[in-house]
């Protein structure tokens, strides 16, 4: 009975929006729930092992929302704890996170006044056990979940440092927020910058604040950087809301169109804005999603802001959570959302859950109100193309296989205290190479593994390229010899970054990366030449 009162649940939504001609598709997806009830309950009664029930309806609807979009996703009991931190930046625990390396969960963030912090907890502390309970093999997902928890309540851990010590913490719940702006100031001359992470609960509140702060103390700001690289979206109001900071009351900033007409809005600017003349220039990446989106692209169309970096992601998508019963919910796809020249951003094409580029001349064109020509069908596109500041070759090699992570939590312990983040420098090259060395760090190449693949598919036809193959070996080795010598401002200031966040928190890691941040180095040349921002903007 629990099953076919969850199934009927799930697919009430989908009777009650159904459309003209009903008798044929209530019929259909009659039959269809009483053919899946039935395989259900056949499954759990007659396979040969023993099944847990929640489990096999948990992989039923993972297979059922596969086929629709990326975003619509079935959320059990046990993971809307999770859902929901991500949505208000909330929750009770310990103010750290963790990632698996090796068999353990290791710290790799804490959080400034945290309760982890407090208790003694470091970056690169391995978890080895949790209320007496080993946590050896766990996922991070499975860690966090237990350290979750009532605030009040206490958790026993034991942890191994960075040096091999390993000791016992008794660390007491907090209700911890997540900052959403962990830094603000000025970047260069007279240029205020905000770095907004995620659209969770109260984040336009806390660009008001910033924008103000700055306004205050700097009378004559030339214009503010908002940063939302790297940021994945979130709550849709507050990103009208932020939006509202730089436009009339009234304008448009977004509309979302689905397949229930009821359910179509219009969401407009609801106050009085802060600033409706200051330039800004947005930040925006490959990362940059949702939320971020809808703020990009209506001070794009309303030609109220320069955005600056790499095409945005591309997910244009209104996600509603219903409740399915028995404390689980789905997070569906409810409807498009569109800015207000009325593209669409969302892209059209996915790969492996990605999506994928599609060329300009397939995407429809729009005009903002200065009649500058956009696109849709795929993220938003930048007035100023820059490229990517991403790391490659031995950089993203020492990044991936921890070797900074490590060497940033060596040095903490070494030194108690280091030099304000603005005055801290990071220039020891040698202590890093001989780190990097006692490592015995290796990494394999794209050419190599293509190399790699050539000799076996060389031995198994049985031809014999050996000397050739060689050869091209001893090029490659000789190339990667000097890659680690010829990075060295790259890699010296990704230690610095990484040493910083150990005393400074987010906010110190943020403001270590503008010291050397290309793109935030172009969006101040942008403000600072008025005419040539101006011209972006009239097109």
Known sequence: MRIQHLLLLLLLPVLAAAQPS?????????????????????IN???????????????ALDAMLEGLDPFTNYISETDVESY??????????????????????????IYENSPALKAGIKVGDAILSIDGQSAAGKSAEQVFEFLRGFPGTKVDLRVRHANGKEMDVRVEREAVEVPNVPYTGLVGDKVGYINLTTFSEDASANISKALSGLKSKYPDLKGVVLDLRDNGGGLLNEAVSIVNLFVPRGELVVSTKGKVPEWDLLLRAQHTPLDEKIPVVVLVNDHSASASEVVSGALQDLDRGVIMGQRSYGKGLVQNTKEIGYNA???????KYYSPSGRCIQSTRYKDGKPVNIPDNERGRFKTRNGRTVLDGGGITPDVMLPA????????ALLDQKVIFDYANQFALKHEKIDSFEAFTFSDWADFSRFVENRKFSYETPTEKKLNELRKTAAATGLNFEAELNAIAQKINAEK?????RNKVRLLREVEQEIVSRYYFKPGRVRSKLKNDPEVQEAVKLINDPARYMGILKG
């Open 389 to 396: 500041d991403t790391a490659t070759g031995v950089v993203k």
């Open 22 to 42: 009903p008798k044929g598709r209530y019929f259909d997806i009659s039959k269809n729930l009483e053919i899946f009830s039935n395989a259900f309950r056949e």
């Open 481 to 485: 010899n000097g890659e680690l010598e």
């Open 84 to 109: 929901r931190i991500q949505g208000d930046g909330k929750y009770s625990g310990l103010g750290a996170n963790g990632e698996k390396i090796g068999d353990w969960v290791v710290i790799n963030e």
């Open 329 to 335: 919910r789905i997070k569906l796809t409810t409807a």
């Open 45 to 59: 009664t007659g396979y040969v092992d023993d099944l847990s029930p929640d489990q096999v309806m948990n992989r």
